[in-house]
């Protein structure tokens, strides 16, 4: 089986190039045979230097990662697509990892997290990503899924601009067995560093109890804006 790594991106130049780099080194196995930049219209350099780094650039016909990632899907040539955020970087021989994971009964599944940053609060946040709990799924854990599954289920919802990995989550897990692979993304704390660690963790916190109390998406949108930065 092969790899589409798909990675939706708006103003990355500063992780995009070593993101792909560093894919394209940690990949033992062959299996990933392309990587799809999935770009939200950005303002910088982001396309121009993924594309210099071998990976493929597709313009999103709309900014949001839901709308982005199903794009990137679309596009996507391989049984297994594996979603990845612009700041989050797999482990070496992940791509393996990834296969062995989906060589049984699994249909999809993602890894641990843990940040660049040792931070106590951001290990612990980082430690509990290994409990299989929903309130504990969220994208930078990255998330690979065979292209079957994907399409029965719908891909994400595009009409989602928060909770869009937390909520499709719900629905693999609904449909199969989800594998929680015992080995760390390295993701970003940038945001952490910017709006202050326990209190970005208490703003995701509402968010997602809100999420699932009913709120709709503009409201969720509003508190996501007017707390932390726009999206």
């Given at each position: 089986?092969?790899?589409?790594?798909?990675?939706?991106?708006?103003?990355?130049?500063?992780?995009?190039?070593?993101?792909?780099?560093?894919?394209?080194?940690?990949?033992?196995?062959?299996?990933?045979?392309?990587?799809?930049?999935?770009?939200?219209?950005?303002?910088?350099?982001?396309?121009?230097?993924?594309?210099q780094h071998?990976?493929?650039?597709?313009?999103?016909?709309?900014?949001?990662?839901?709308?982005?990632?199903?794009?990137?899907?679309?596009?996507?040539?391989?049984?297994?697509?594996?979603?990845?955020?612009?700041?989050?970087?797999?482990?070496?021989?992940?791509?393996?990892?990834?296969?062995?994971?989906?060589?049984?009964?699994?249909?999809?599944?993602?890894?641990?997290?843990?940040?660049?940053?040792?931070?106590?609060?951001?290990?612990?946040?980082?430690?509990?990503?290994?409990?299989?709990?929903?309130?504990?799924?969220?994208?930078?854990?990255s998330l690979?899924?065979?292209?079957?599954?994907?399409?029965?289920?719908?891909?994400?919802?595009?009409?989602?601009?928060?909770?869009?990995?937390?909520?499709?989550?719900?629905?693999?897990?609904?449909?199969?067995?989800?594998?929680?692979?015992?080995?760390?993304?390295?993701?970003?704390?940038?945001?952490?560093?910017?709006?202050?660690?326990?209190?970005?963790?208490?703003?995701?916190?509402?968010?997602?109890?809100?999420?699932?109390?009913?709120?709709?998406?503009?409201?969720?949108?509003?508190?996501?804006?007017k707390y932390?930065?726009?999206?």
């Amino acid at each position: 089986m092969k790899i589409s790594v798909i990675i939706p991106t708006y103003n990355e130049e500063d992780n995009i190039g070593a993101l792909v780099k560093h894919l394209h080194a940690a990949s033992h196995s062959g299996a990933v045979s392309e990587i799809l930049i999935v770009d939200g219209d950005s303002k910088d350099d982001t396309r121009a230097i993924a594309e210099q780094h071998g990976a493929k650039v597709i313009t999103a016909h709309q900014k949001g990662r839901a709308v982005q990632m199903n794009q990137g899907a679309r596009h996507a040539n391989n049984a297994i697509l594996y979603f990845l955020h612009a700041d989050t970087f797999p482990p070496e021989g992940f791509d393996q990892m990834i296969l062995d994971a989906l060589s049984g009964d699994n249909k999809a599944g993602c890894f641990r997290l843990a940040f660049n940053d040792s931070h106590p609060l951001l290990n612990f946040y980082g430690w509990c990503t290994r409990f299989d709990i929903d309130a504990f799924r969220f994208g930078d854990q990255s998330l690979f899924i065979r292209r079957s599954l994907f399409r029965e289920i719908g891909g994400f919802r595009d009409d989602h601009i928060v909770m869009e990995d937390n909520e499709i989550i719900s629905r693999i897990k609904a449909e199969t067995q989800f594998k929680i692979i015992p080995e760390n993304v390295i993701t970003s704390a940038r945001r952490y560093r910017d709006n202050g660690v326990l209190r970005l963790q208490l703003i995701f916190t509402l968010i997602f109890s809100l999420y699932h109390l009913g709120v709709p998406q503009e409201g969720l949108i509003d508190i996501y804006r007017k707390y932390i930065q726009k999206i």
